[in-house]
C-alpha cells in the first residue's frame, strides 16, 4: 500500500461517512425504535429509497465519479444502483438479531423477518444466506465492502437485466479505468490485511456471492414490476427500478 493508496480509502471512508451524515431519515421514529414494513411499496419508499439516496450522495462525494461523462454517470446509476443497494445491506445487516441498521445514524431498525411477509420466504431466505456469507468472507471489513460498492456501479452492465435496451456509454474507457483502480485498491487493501493467499481465497468467493447480488436485484426489480404501480414511487426509485421507460 503506497501513500497514495492510502489516501484513496480515506478519501472513500469520509465520503461514505458525510453521505450518510447529510441524508437524515424523517417521518419515522428514531433509533433504538423499530419501524416494521408490511408492503413491497413501504419497502421501497422508506429503507430502499434511503439507501438508494444516500448512496447516490457517497458517489457524488468520489472525485473519478464525476469526471465521468454526465450521460454515462445517469447510465450507471439507473442500471446499477439497485445491485448496489444490495451490497450495502452487508454494512446495515445483524445476522445474530436478523435486523437492519445504518451505524452512527438515528435511524430506525428494520426487521427481517418483514421480508417474508412483503416478498415470501424464498427472497427471504436467499437475501439472508447471501448476506451471512458477504460478511463471513469480508470479515465484517466494512472499507472492502465500500470499495465494493464503487467497483459495483463501475461495473458496466452489471445488474444483466434488459441488458438490450442498455445505453452504451459515450467514454467507456473512463469508467474502464476508474473500475480497474478500485480492484485494485481493494486487492491492495486486502493483501496488506489479510495476505496474499487469504486475499486470493476472498477474491473467489466473493465473486459466487456477486452472481447471487445480480439474482436478488432481478428479483426485486419484478416482483416491484407485478406489484407496484411506478405513479406510486418517486422518480428516483422510477429509474432505479426501471419501472418506466427510462431508456
Known amino acids: 500500500m503506497t501513500i497514495f493508496d492510502w489516501s484513496k480509502i480515506q478519501q472513500v471512508q469520509t465520503a461514505y461517512s458525510e ?11 428514531p433509533y433504538p425504535a423499530t419501524q416494521p414494513i408490511h408492503s413491497t411499496l ?17 458517489l457524488r462525494k468520489i472525485p473519478e465519479f464525476e469526471l465521468i461523462d454526465s450521460d454515462d ?15 450495502h445491506i452487508v454494512l446495515l445487516y445483524d445476522p445474530i438479531a436478523d435486523t437492519y441498521h445504518e451505524h452512527n445514524t438515528q435511524d430506525p431498525i428494520f426487521q427481517g423477518k418483514d421480508w417474508i411477509e412483503i416478498l415470501g420466504n424464498e427472497f427471504y431466505h436467499e437475501l439472508t444466506v447471501t448476506s451471512r456469507k458477504l460478511i463471513q468472507i469480508l470479515e465484517y471489513d466494512r472499507v472492502a465492502v465500500k470499495i465494493i460498492l464503487l467497483i459495483i456501479l463501475f461495473t458496466k452492465g ?3 437485466y434488459d441488458i438490450e435496451h442498455e445505453s452504451s456509454l459515450n467514454n467507456p ?7 480497474i483502480l478500485y480492484i485494485e485498491l481493494l486487492y491492495k487493501y486486502c493483501s496488506h490485511q ?16 456477486l452472481f447471487a447480488i445480480q439474482r436478488l436485484s432481478a428479483h426485486l426489480k419484478h416482483l416491484v414490476h ?3 404501480d411506478a405513479a406510486q414511487l418517486s422518480p428516483l426509485m422510477q429509474s432505479v427500478l426501471q419501472t418506466q421507460n427510462t431508456t
Open 73 to 87: 454517470r445517469v447510465t450507471l446509476v439507473k442500471r446499477n444502483l439497485l445491485a448496489v443497494v444490495f451490497m
Open 158 to 160: 452489471f445488474c444483466a
Open 42 to 58: 413501504e419497502l421501497i419508499r422508506i429503507p430502499t429509497y434511503l439507501s438508494s439516496i444516500r448512496l447516490i450522495t457517497y
Open 19 to 29: 453521505a450518510m451524515a447529510y441524508n437524515q431519515v424523517v417521518g419515522v421514529p
Open 194 to 209: 489479510y495476505g496474499f493467499e487469504t486475499t486470493i481465497n476472498l477474491f473467489s468467493k466473493l465473486i459466487n456471492q
Open 173 to 179: 474507457w473512463v469508467v474502464h479505468n476508474t473500475q
Open 226 to 228: 407485478s406489484n407496484i
